[in-house]
């Protein structure tokens, strides 16, 4: 994984801290933890977006220049929170793989008593860990921060240094990161993956091959000049892939959605008219 993506750790929790200035009705989440997580930077710039106007200028820019960013991050987090609550009685843990500032493990009433280890580049792990202490005096007890150099440090060793056992079935989330992955980083944590325990579930998400190769470009010229121009992101695989490359690591798909499935699910009932991003789709998966 490049260093860059540890700079983008705090981007989504932002995005879903603004989403809370809307009214009720119209929020594509719920997150009361979301500004409270965020290093104070971030923190001040959503302070400053509150007024309905700013905010909804802002939403405005953002669509603008990248058609479906915004709606895209709400609505895969939002997603992930669903499978959570749905699969708690059916795991016994859970490993978010770059965590960022996500903020369900002391949110969500299904995770309270469920063990959570939290893996992310270090300084992402330092800034949330003295956030947490500021918010509840240390970190909750069922949670482990786990910091790992992705470049140079294998998953399962550090995992299992932290407490973590294999033999657990386990709910991994993977949000926006195989993107700033090589393949041969992608197949090393998918290696890791193939140990784990029968039931386990998987939720990840994935930037589309056409995409990073200039095929298509899906009205994301700015995002591709930005992010795949850059380098920022490398990996992409074409949808029908996937299904043949996950049996090979013993898992099934169970679901996988693109921008209208999820738009439909989630936008559609706010009454808003708010795109999601066609170059990300998302998959959810299970242990066979």
Known sequence: MTKAAAKTGAGPTTLVAIEQYFPEGQR???DDLAYQILPFSMRAF???????????????????????????????????????IESANQVNAVVNLGAGFDTSA?????????????????????SKQTRLRKL????PSHVRLVPIDFDHEELGPVLESHGYSADRRTFFIWEGVTQYLTETGLRSTFDFLAKAERGSRLVFTYVRRDFLDGRVMYGMEKLYKKYVKDKLWIFGMDPEEWPVFLEGYGWRVVEHLG???????????????????PVERIIYAEKV
């Open 46 to 84: 959503v302070w400053l977006v509150r007024p309905h106007m700013v905010r909804d200028w802002m939403v405005r820019v953002s669509e603008k220049d990248t058609p479906g960013l915004w709606g895209g991050i709400l609505c895969r987090k939002r997603y992930i929170d669903d499978k959570l």
């Open 28 to 30: 594509i989440i719920e």
């Open 259 to 277: 921008s209208e499935e999820l738009a439909e699910r989630y936008v559609r009932p706010t009454g808003r008219e708010l795109a999601t991003t």
């Open 136 to 139: 509840f005096g240390e970190v």
């Open 106 to 126: 002391y949110r969500l009433p299904a995770l309270s008593d469920m063990p959570v280890w939290e893996v992310d580049q270090p300084e992402n792990i330092q």
